[in-house]
């Protein structure tokens, strides 16, 4: 039908010459969409690889007796990497998670699939020092006076992080003095939250 529809009888070509090439076209397109549920074939190098990597693969090997990817890349006109490529997804097809290995069992591919997760305690652990954590960081900013405080978390603790020169505004005093300011609390900050070490390592 699309070849119905291009068709220019002013060239002086049958119509079947014409068709013959979209419907080619559409089958190959097809072909390409069905062969897996992950995505192929989506520029010219990867379609042409699709249909002629093989063809060219059982050729080379009956002129030379074997096949090597630089002349097959040379041939095919593209690059080493995609001939590869192409030669995995084309070596293998999809397979459902829910595929039962046994029929009539329950056990599935699925559950062949390790779970790369942290376990509960690992997890609870990690949770207990977060908690820990910002106590830590509270406990040490209600130790800085309210400019101080002030100025770390609208530096640092909000999401929308505020600039030296809107809190010199704010304040009425120079950048300069906002970044002094800042880097004095900072520096109390560390004091408090630093761990404490042993003698040698002090040293």
């Given at each position: ?33 069905s062969w897996s549920l992950v995505k192929i074939g989506t520029t010219q190098a990867q379609k042409k690889l699709f249909f002629k990597l093989n063809q060219a693969r059982n ?51 699925l559950d062949t699939l390790a779970d790369d997760r942290d376990n509960q305690e690992t997890v609870l652990m990690r949770r ?76």
């Amino acid at each position: 039908m699309m070849a119905v529809k291009k068709f220019d009888p002013e060239r002086g070509i049958r119509l079947i010459s014409y068709a013959v090439w979209w419907i080619r076209a559409y089958i190959q397109n097809f072909v390409v969409r069905s062969w897996s549920l992950v995505k192929i074939g989506t520029t010219q190098a990867q379609k042409k690889l699709f249909f002629k990597l093989n063809q060219a693969r059982n050729s080379l090997r009956h002129l030379t007796g074997a096949e090597a990817t630089e002349q097959l890349a040379e041939q095919l006109e593209v690059r080493d990497q995609e001939i590869e490529e192409m030669a995995m997804r084309l070596g293998q097809r999809d397979a459902s998670l829910d595929l039962e290995l046994v029929i009539g069992e329950s056990f599935t591919l699925l559950d062949t699939l390790a779970d790369d997760r942290d376990n509960q305690e690992t997890v609870l652990m990690r949770r207990q020092e977060s908690r820990q954590d910002r106590r830590q960081v509270q406990r040490a900013l209600a130790m800085l006076n309210p400019r101080e405080r002030q100025i770390v978390e609208d530096r640092f603790y909000t999401e929308n992080q505020r600039t030296l020169q809107g809190l010199a505004n704010d304040y009425g005093i120079s950048r300069e003095r906002v970044r002094q300011i800042e880097k004095a609390a900072l520096e109390k900050l560390r004091k408090v939250l630093s761990p404490p070490c042993g003698e040698m390592e002090c040293n």
